[in-house]
């Protein structure tokens, strides 16, 4: 089932009260009081989310979800940590053992979102992977969503992409890269709470610090659903720049590979030209400035003369 929850915690009244927070909610919840019991339930059943407590006799949660990792790739792991072992939990999520964690004691809104998102990061991976063109469409769609401000954005930045595309005579393989990559380039923004995505106004540096991550998580639900190389780029290097001051890995000029740099161009000239609940799209003389403006520093110069000699009368 695409629905199931283990909760894994050795008290069984905090295990009772996690299980609480699920009643009336689209979970399958179920309960281990132990690691050993846990990879169990992990071994015989399909599991969306694990979410364990840390400090249990045996198994710690770290190793547990390790484990669950080798088991299950596909499971979304929580981990539910002490502020003294932040360190040791960002590092689990380094090495990709953890998914996410939680600092105890929990505030109960925060876990039900957590788990909520990972069940449709679950389904999504599922999706993805078994998933024909219209199916991909649909996902990219129901990601849009959750951004009100981006509704038609990867229908547009398709369109836009492959008009440069057909300029550099691109093989049909790298053309439908380059629409599925258009589709789900924000696909990472299933991790980013709502309540960021939808704020007004300019974000703190800690909010924005968040949205930052969202090319990593999205390239990484990429691979686990066995995208092409090719898509799982467009989503991991779509916010690098041509002069190498974007994110997330800083790379610069041709190291950025050729479907992201399109893409970008797209994304660029999309933003700036659409209307938007708070502001005016702006005409398309003062777009053109702008991306000559951008041309050799956020953009490929070369894409961008393609894409601007395209929009020439």
């Known amino acids: 089932m695409d629905n199931t929850v283990l909760l894994v915690v050795d008290d069984a009244n905090t295990l009772n009260a996690l299980a609480r927070l699920f009643l009336n909610r689209d979970a399958r919840v179920l309960r281990a009081g132990s690691g050993v019991e846990a990879l169990g339930i992990v071994g015989r059943e399909p599991v969306a989310v694990v979410v364990s407590d840390d400090l249990m006799p045996g198994t710690r949660g770290v190793e547990l979800l390790s484990r669950v990792r080798d088991l299950s790739p596909d499971t979304v792991r929580v981990l539910l940590t002490e502020t003294a072992d932040l360190p040791a939990a960002a590092e689990a999520i380094a090495r990709g053992e953890v998914s996410r964690f939680l600092v105890k004691p929990w505030v109960d809104e925060e876990i039900v979102r ?3 998102e990972g ?3 679950y389904r999504m991976v599922r999706s993805l992977r078994h998933g024909d063109e219209a199916t991909l469409h649909s996902i990219a769609e129901t990601i849009e969503l959750r951004d009100p401000y981006t509704r038609g954005h990867c229908d547009r930045m398709a369109a836009i992409a492959l008009k440069i595309a057909d300029g550099l005579s691109l093989p049909e393989e790298t053309r439908r890269a380059i629409r599925l990559g258009s589709w789900l380039h924000d696909c990472g923004k299933i991790n980013v709470p ?8 300019k974000l703190s540096a800690a909010d924005f610090e ?19 190389e090719e898509v799982i780029n ?15 890995t800083g790379a610069k000029g041709t190291e950025i590979p050729l479907e992201a740099r399109l893409i970008a161009v797209a994304d660029i000239f999309d933003a700036m030209s659409s209307d938007r609940p708070y502001a005016k799209g702006c005409e398309r003389e003062e777009v053109m400035r702008v991306m000559g403006v951008l041309r050799g520093a956020a953009l ?5 003369d393609i894409f601007l000699a395209g929009l020439t009368p």
């Open 114 to 116: 957590t788990v909520e």
């Open 119 to 121: 069940l449709w990061r």
């Open 194 to 201: 709502e309540a960021i995505l939808n704020r007004p106004g």
């Open 210 to 228: 968040v949205v930052r991550k969202h090319p990593e998580w999205g390239a990484e639900v990429g691979r686990l659903a066995n995208l092409p």
């Open 234 to 248: 467009i989503i991991l290097y779509h916010h690098e720049r041509f002069d190498g001051r974007g994110y997330p």
């Open 300 to 304: 490929d110069p070369e894409l961008v």
